[in-house]
C-alpha cells in the first residue's frame, strides 16, 4: 500500500466519478500501440526490505569506493543532514512559487535571508531570488548589461567555464551580441595587455570567471578599471562560492553571476544546481528573475513581498528582462541553510581547509617526474597540471584504483593537451591524496594498477 496507495475500491469509485467504467476506458485517448500491455521486465516481486537493498546495490556500483579529484564547476563539499531534513518539511518541499504572499511568509523570508547573505559574500548591493544555475545566470547577467549599456559587443576570457561560453553564445547567436574571446596568460588569468588592445567602441560588458576554469584567482579590481574605462561593466562569474570564504569578494565588479551549488547542494551528477545574479543598486530595475523585499503590515510587524518581478508572467513581454519563468528556490533554501549552519568562521574554515589540501595534493603531485603546474598563477581549490602522458589514458588506469582523476583539459581546449584540472575540497582525506600521487607515479613509471586492492 505504500506504494501502491489507492485501493481497487477506491480506484473504481474514482473512475465511477468521472464515468469511466474501467482504466482501459479512461486511457482510450492514448493511441493503442503506445499503452503497455504486458508487465515491465522488471525484477520481482520483491518485499521493501528487499527492494530499499536492490537500489542500494545499483547506487553503489556507481560511487561506493570511488574517490573523485573531479571538480570543473560541480563541487563535491560536506552538506549537514540538518539542511536536507529542513528542505524536505512539506511546505518547502510541495510548494510551487510565493506569489501568494499572505500564505507563502516562509518562504518570502527564506528568499531574503538568501538574498542578504549573496550580497555580503560579493560584496554587491542587491541579489536576485534566485537563477536556473550559474550559466543561465552568466548569460542573463550579459543580456543585462547589454540593456544597461546599449551596446552589443561582449569581451569573454577564454578561462570562463567552456560550458557557460556555449551557453552565452547560444542566447547570442539571435540576438545581434558579438561575443569575443580574450586570451590567457602563462599565468592562467586573462590577457589585459589583449583587453587593453581590443575594439571597445561598443563594448557592453567585459566577462571574467574567478576563481578562473584553470582554477586561478583573477584581479577582479584592475580588470573594472579597464571596463570602465571603455565605458563597459564588468561581469564575473564564480562558480566555485566556497571560495569566498577567504578570497576577496568581488565588489569591483558591476554584475556577479553565482552557481551557488557548493553551498549544501549535492552534485547530483550536474544538476539541478542553483545561480544567482547580484549587482549595484542602481541596475535593479534590469535585474532578471525577482526580488523578496521587508516590509511591514497594518499593525506594524514584519512581513515580506515580492517587491520585484520583471518576468513575463508579472510585466508586458516586451518590457521583460528575462524569459525565464521560474527561480531554484528549494535549492537556494538548501543554501541558506547551510551558510546559516555555518556562520561566517565555518565557512572561512571550511575555505581555509580546501586551500591547504589543495595545495598539499598540488605539492605531492609535482614531486612527480615529468609532472608539472600549467599556470603560475594564485589558486583556490583547484588547479591544472601538466603530464607526460595522455590525461584521459591516465583516467582509465586510475579508475581501475576506483578514483576518479582530473577533468581532461584538452577536451575542451584542444591546445592544452596533457593537462588536467584537479579539484580537492575539505571532504578529501590526506591519504587518498597521497594515494593519487602514487597511482599516477605507478602509471606513468609503466607499472601496473594492483587491481582489487582494499584501500581504506
Avoid at 25 to 30: A, C, M, Q
Avoid at 206 to 234: K, R, T
Avoid at 378 to 391: A, G, I, R
Avoid at 431 to 450: G, T, V
Wanted: charged share 20%; hydrophobic share 40%.
Amino acid at each position: 500500500m505504500r506504494y501502491l496507495p489507492k485501493s481497487p475500491a477506491e480506484r473504481q469509485a474514482m473512475l465511477d466519478a468521472i464515468g469511466a467504467h474501467s482504466i482501459k476506458e479512461l486511457f482510450r485517448t492514448v493511441p493503442e500501440k503506445f499503452r503497455l500491455t504486458e508487465p515491465l521486465n522488471l525484477p520481482g516481486p520483491m518485499s521493501e526490505p528487499e527492494i530499499i537493498q536492490y537500489f542500494k546495490a545499483r547506487s553503489d556500483e556507481n560511487s561506493r569506493g570511488y574517490t573523485s579529484f573531479l571538480g570543473a564547476g560541480v563541487y563535491n563539499h560536506f552538506r549537514s543532514v540538518v539542511t536536507d531534513s529542513l528542505i524536505q518539511r512539506g511546505e518547502f518541499l510541495t510548494s510551487y512559487t510565493p506569489y501568494q504572499a499572505e500564505i507563502s511568509q516562509g518562504t518570502l523570508e527564506a528568499i531574503f535571508e538568501f538574498q542578504t547573505l549573496i550580497c555580503q559574500l560579493t560584496g554587491q548591493e542587491v541579489a536576485n531570488a534566485s537563477m536556473y544555475d550559474g550559466s543561465t545566470a552568466l548569460t542573463e547577467a550579459v543580456l543585462m548589461a547589454e540593456r544597461l549599456t546599449g551596446r552589443h559587443s561582449v569581451l569573454i576570457a577564454r578561462t570562463v567555464h567552456p560550458e557557460y561560453r556555449q551557453v552565452l553564445q547560444t542566447y547570442a547567436k539571435h540576438l545581434g551580441i558579438k561575443i569575443q574571446e580574450v586570451e590567457f596568460t602563462p599565468s592562467g588569468e586573462i590577457n589585459r595587455d589583449a583587453l587593453a588592445k581590443a575594439d571597445v567602441t561598443d563594448l557592453a560588458a567585459i566577462v571574467v570567471q574567478s576563481p578562473n576554469f584553470f582554477g586561478v584567482i583573477e584581479d577582479v579590481a584592475a580588470l573594472a578599471e579597464i571596463a570602465h574605462a571603455s565605458g563597459a561593466l564588468l561581469v564575473v562569474g564564480i562558480t566555485e562560492a566556497v571560495s569566498l570564504g577567504i578570497v576577496r569578494p568581488p565588489a569591483e565588479a558591476d554584475i556577479v553571476a553565482m552557481e551557488c551549488q557548493s553551498f549544501g547542494v549535492a552534485p547530483s551528477y550536474g544538476g539541478p544546481h542553483v545561480g544567482v545574479i547580484a549587482t549595484r543598486d542602481k541596475f535593479v530595475r534590469q535585474l532578471p528573475g525577482r526580488l523578496a523585499g521587508q516590509t511591514s503590515d497594518a499593525e506594524g510587524h514584519r512581513g515580506f513581498v515580492l517587491t520585484l518581478a520583471t518576468r513575463e508572467q508579472h510585466i508586458r513581454r516586451e518590457k521583460a528582462t528575462s524569459n525565464i519563468c521560474t527561480n531554484e528556490a528549494l535549492f537556494a533554501l538548501a543554501a541558506t541553510i547551510h551558510l546559516t549552519l555555518l556562520g561566517k568562521q565555518g565557512l572561512r574554515e571550511v575555505a581555509l581547509q580546501n586551500l591547504a589540501k589543495a595545495k598539499f595534493a598540488q605539492t605531492e603531485l609535482t614531486k612527480i617526474p615529468g609532472v608539472r603546474r600549467a599556470f603560475s598563477g594564485p589558486t583556490f581549490n583547484e588547479f591544472v597540471l601538466e603530464f607526460p602522458k595522455s590525461v584521459k589514458m591516465i583516467n582509465s588506469f586510475l579508475l581501475r584504483d576506483k578514483i576518479i582523476g582530473p577533468f581532461a583539459i584538452g577536451t575542451a581546449y584542444p591546445d592544452l593537451s596533457k593537462r588536467g584540472l584537479i579539484c580537492v575540497t575539505e571532504t578529501m582525506p590526506r591519504a587518498e591524496i597521497e594515494r593519487l600521487a602514487a597511482s599516477i607515479k605507478r602509471i606513468l613509471d609503466n607499472r601496473p594498477i594492483e587491481t582489487g586492492t582494499k584501500h581504506n
